[in-house]
């Protein structure tokens, strides 16, 4: 099997929208520990350089917005956006996690519970920790900021905790879940 891992892209940010610029950056500053790489700017798509590209990439509607990056402790960006015109709709209700779209971002910490609690002290909503494979040390939860951004914290980095689903072949299935039943 060739290595393909010089070829394959990697995630270099990911962006996410909230009503207000400030009150996310220090929300993930205090709470997540994300550092920030680029204080919040406002853009525009009449600026004389940039509007052309800004109306190009993310829309006919999109007139001002602020924008700020933050990085992760793997130096992962979230790049946050607070539109202004238009301004932002709030999340309703649940995630809508069967239509198409990204739906959460995903933690490594190894207090679970801390951070959960934190989480929901610092205005967030949590569920419980579930660790509910036997055998498999692998615990996770789901968590989202004051703004519906979910957040799911895991126990584990990801690589190991997704090959424990593999069997010798690489086939889902291997703890005790019928391979079709993932298929579905």
């Not at 940039?50 to 829309?59: F, I, N, P, T």
């Not at 920790?129 to 692998?138: D, F, K, R, T």
Request: hydrophobic share 40%; aromatic share 8%.
């Amino acid at each position: 099997m060739p290595n393909h891992a010089k070829s394959m892209p990697t995630v270099n940010h990911v962006g996410m929208t909230v009503p207000d610029l400030d009150a996310a950056l220090a929300w993930y500053q205090e709470v997540l520990g994300f550092t920030v790489m680029t204080k919040p700017v406002e853009m525009s798509s009449i600026d004389p350089v940039l509007g052309e590209s800004l109306l190009d990439m993310l829309g006919p509607r999109v007139r001002r917005f602020r924008m700020a990056h933050l990085q992760t402790g793997n130096r992962v960006g979230i790049q946050v956006f607070e539109f202004i015109d238009p301004a932002p709709e709030p999340a309703e209700g649940e995630v809508a996690y069967w239509r198409s779209g990204f739906t959460h971002i995903c933690v490594t910490h190894p207090d679970i519970e801390g951070l959960a609690a934190k989480i929901e002290a610092h205005g967030g909503r949590r569920s419980r920790v579930w660790a509910v494979i036997e055998g498999v040390p692998y615990a996770a939860a789901y968590c989202a900021d004051p703004f519906g951004n979910v957040i799911e914290i895991n126990s584990h980095g990801y690589e190991e905790t997704r090959t424990f689903l593999m069997d010798e072949e690489g086939m889902a299935g291997a703890y005790g879940l019928p391979a079709q039943a993932q298929e579905r």
